[in-house]
């Protein structure tokens, strides 16, 4: 193949006339490299190999072994559709069919004879309308994802000046990110019990790292303890819930937001227990969003298997068997399981976790130093034991 021939676009013609198929050549080989198929079964079996390669399919209706018809709807249902466009051939040129080929998803229709000029300024015209549909695609997606990704890094910057001020690693935010969708994914495999979608699992996972925001009001003697809390220092630390969610909620602009709603439950909730006896609000069962729910979870796995000032980390196996006990608190039943489901494999996923740390903790560390906040965290292990 030379050089030319590589850079040509690519058309299928899918037409049980071999002279069609000539004809077609004929008008559209010098700028197009053709591709032929002689039936319909030929025609989905050739898109199934050159999908990503083929600019244009022309497509005859009548045709042995499958028609024209046939191949739109195994198109349709394999979403080919959406980025290869179909022009349909035919002599048959009446209303009716017409009307199905637009209705099945066809982008425009050629009947023949041919018209040598029709057919070239059709298959050009489609052509270049799909190629800028996809270049406005691929640009509203990038710009979708930039956004994401830079909600996602102040969110963790911000999470993690909350972490820095205690003197840690700021990694517990991440754990909690990468717990927190464990658990979400494999809630979703396991029940249709809460309606959760993809977007929503990114999301929540995303802010979760914002799950502990309301202890930056909180005093760095109370959160720096070398020890057990008293009781009067627990009910001051017990306030970040409210804190962290009265934060977002003077957000008044951004109220509507998903992301912003999303904060507030967690922030406020994280702490509840399924059985009524956490705080600040003593929700009960699903009272407590599934947001809540599980950051509340992979919190507390992580605050104990995690080192801290006041205390040692607790190895994986017994920090489970001690959640799965409810030494430290009740839990949804059904999360639990998933807990149970994707113990195995946490260690690993929260190791590899580890290799974006650095960049962040120098933004952190940077903003921290170039502005005096007020005050910071402690541990959700007392929270959690007490």
């Given at each position: 193949?030379?050089?030319?021939?590589?850079?040509?676009?690519?058309?299928?013609?899918?037409?049980?006339?071999?002279?069609?198929?000539?004809?077609?050549?004929?008008?559209?080989?010098?700028?197009?490299?053709?591709?032929?198929?002689?039936?319909?079964?030929?025609?989905?079996?050739?898109?199934?190999?050159?999908?990503?390669?083929?600019?244009?399919?022309?497509?005859?209706?009548?045709?042995?072994?499958?028609?024209?018809?046939?191949?739109?709807?195994?198109?349709?249902?394999?979403?080919?559709?959406?980025?290869?466009?179909?022009?349909?051939?035919?002599?048959?040129?009446?209303?009716?069919?017409?009307?199905?080929?637009?209705?099945?998803?066809?982008?425009?229709?050629?009947?023949?004879?041919?018209?040598?000029?029709?057919?070239?300024?059709?298959?050009?015209?489609?052509?270049?309308?799909?190629?800028?549909?996809?270049?406005?695609?691929?640009?509203?997606?990038?710009?979708?994802?930039?956004?994401?990704?830079?909600?996602?890094?102040?969110?963790?910057?911000?999470?993690?000046?909350?972490?820095?001020?205690?003197?840690?690693?700021?990694?517990?935010?991440?754990?909690?990110?990468?717990?927190?969708?464990?658990?979400?994914?494999?809630?979703?495999?396991?029940?249709?019990r809460y309606p959760l979608s993809w977007a929503d699992i990114s999301l929540i996972s995303t802010v979760s790292a914002l799950h502990d925001i309301g202890k930056i009001a909180i005093?760095?003697?109370?959160?720096?303890?070398?020890?057990?809390?008293?009781?009067?220092?627990?009910?001051?630390?017990?306030?970040?819930?409210?804190?962290?969610?009265?934060?977002?909620?003077?957000?008044?602009?951004?109220?509507?937001?998903?992301?912003?709603?999303?904060?507030?439950?967690?922030?406020?909730?994280?702490?509840?227990?399924?059985?009524?006896?956490?705080?600040?609000?003593?929700?009960?069962?699903?009272?407590?969003?599934?947001?809540?729910?599980?950051?509340?979870?992979?919190?507390?796995?992580?605050?104990?298997?995690?080192?801290?000032?006041?205390?040692?980390?607790?190895?994986?196996?017994?920090?489970?068997?001690?959640?799965?006990?409810?030494?430290?608190?009740?839990?949804?039943?059904?999360?639990?399981?998933?807990?149970?489901?994707?113990?195995?494999?946490?260690?690993?996923?929260?190791?590899?976790?580890?290799?974006?740390?650095?960049?962040?903790?120098?933004?952190?560390?940077?903003?921290?130093?170039?502005?005096?906040?007020?005050?910071?965290?402690?541990?959700?292990?007392?929270?959690?034991?007490?």
């Amino acid at each position: 193949m030379s050089k030319q021939q590589q850079h040509k676009q690519k058309i299928l013609v899918a037409d049980d006339s071999e002279m069609n198929r000539l004809i077609l050549t004929d008008m559209l080989g010098d700028e197009y490299e053709i591709l032929e198929a002689e039936n319909g079964l030929q025609a989905v079996e050739a898109i199934q190999k050159h999908a990503d390669e083929l600019s244009l399919i022309l497509l005859d209706i009548v045709m042995p072994e499958m028609d024209g018809f046939g191949v739109l709807n195994i198109m349709e249902k394999n979403q080919w559709l959406e980025s290869l466009p179909v022009i349909m051939i035919s002599s048959e040129s009446d209303a009716v069919h017409v009307k199905q080929a637009y209705e099945m998803g066809a982008t425009d229709f050629i009947s023949r004879p041919f018209d040598t000029l029709i057919v070239h300024r059709r298959v050009v015209n489609t052509i270049l309308l799909y190629a800028k549909q996809k270049k406005l695609i691929e640009l509203a997606v990038d710009q979708i994802y930039e956004k994401e990704h830079q909600n996602g890094l102040m969110i963790d910057v911000l999470s993690h000046i909350v972490e820095f001020r205690n003197g840690e690693s700021g990694q517990h935010v991440r754990n909690v990110h990468v717990l927190t969708e464990l658990l979400l994914k494999r809630l979703m495999e396991k029940t249709d019990r809460y309606p959760l979608s993809w977007a929503d699992i990114s999301l929540i996972s995303t802010v979760s790292a914002l799950h502990d925001i309301g202890k930056i009001a909180i005093d760095e003697a109370i959160l720096n303890k070398p020890g057990k809390l008293t009781d009067e220092e627990f009910e001051v630390m017990k306030t970040h819930s409210l804190i962290g969610a009265q934060m977002l909620e003077q957000m008044t602009i951004y109220q509507d937001e998903p992301l912003i709603k999303v904060a507030y439950e967690i922030c406020r909730w994280h702490h509840e227990r399924y059985d009524g006896r956490g705080y600040p609000d003593g929700l009960k069962g699903d009272e407590i969003p599934i947001s809540a729910q599980v950051v509340a979870l992979a919190d507390v796995y992580d605050a104990m298997t995690s080192e801290r000032v006041y205390k040692r980390a607790m190895p994986h196996e017994d920090a489970i068997q001690f959640i799965l006990e409810g030494k430290c608190g009740v839990f949804n039943p059904l999360v639990l399981e998933c807990l149970t489901d994707i113990a195995d494999g946490l260690r690993e996923a929260l190791v590899s976790s580890e290799g974006d740390e650095e960049a962040i903790r120098n933004i952190a560390e940077e903003m921290l130093h170039q502005k005096d906040l007020t005050d910071l965290e402690h541990s959700s292990y007392w929270n959690a034991s007490q």
